[in-house]
């Protein structure tokens, strides 16, 4: 129904599926990425055939189903639900180096790290997670490729943390972002407001990988690269509100947002009241 495929999303694929119910066997091969399938409609019963083993589950709201890279599996539709209207599913496709970044970024050895397989497991964090991917996905990515990227590190945290074998807590090395690379950082991030930014083009400038990055400057702001970069750019259109004759349309997208309502939103949210009333 909707696919993020267009929008050259790094290293994430979503997908909103919609998929008539069957009695047959539908083969899913080992694939190269991880895969979570998350129900999007009412309670429905499927059964997930893996290692020679069945599972069944009668899926709702808040249930996950993860099947890492590397592992087949097949499902189907008891016989009862086959005559029921159509299910709607979020497929969420990760890259394998996502998980290796942020492993090593927390000083985990991916050799001795295995992701588990995961069938109706009701997890709320998680849910929430997808919920604000498919938001984007719904709305062509209004927020750009920062938001989608620091939900997706979350998301890729989220699930070493709780669906691989690795059972310490998982911690980032103690080490600042040095005064000297935060600015150096800070000053791309000005320079280039009205572009998508990604977080894997600021963490670049410092030569850091993405989710070390975002650890250690928010660890040195207090806020993420994703708010910062909202925040910069309201304070960027307050400014042009209040210097210029600029149409409150043309601000919004010299600054970086996709449109004036997206512009609004923000505005409020931080400055309490709206760009017109500035103006």
Known sequence: MLSSRQLNWNGILVEQCQYSASPDEAKSPALSDHRLILPLGPPAPLIQKRDN???????????????????????????????????????????????????????????????????????????HIAMLLLAELQSDSIMGQLYVESLTQVLVIHLLRHYSTFTQPITFEDRSLTHTRLQQAIEYVHAHLDRDLSLAEIAGVVNISPTYFANLFKGATGISPHQYVVQQRVEWAKLLLLKTNLSIADIALQVGFSNQSHLTRHFKRLIGVTPKQVR
């Open 53 to 127: 083993r069945l599972h069944e589950s009668i899926l709702q709201k808040g249930d996950t189903i993860f099947v890492p890279a590397g592992h087949s599996g097949s499902w189907r539709c008891p016989t009862r639900e086959i005559n029921r209207p159509k299910k709607q599913q979020l497929h969420i496709w990760l890259k394998p180096e996502l998980i290796k970044q942020a492993a090593e970024a927390s000083e985990i050895d991916i050799d001795r790290l295995d992701l588990v397989n995961c069938f109706g497991r009701q997890d709320s964090q998680l849910h």
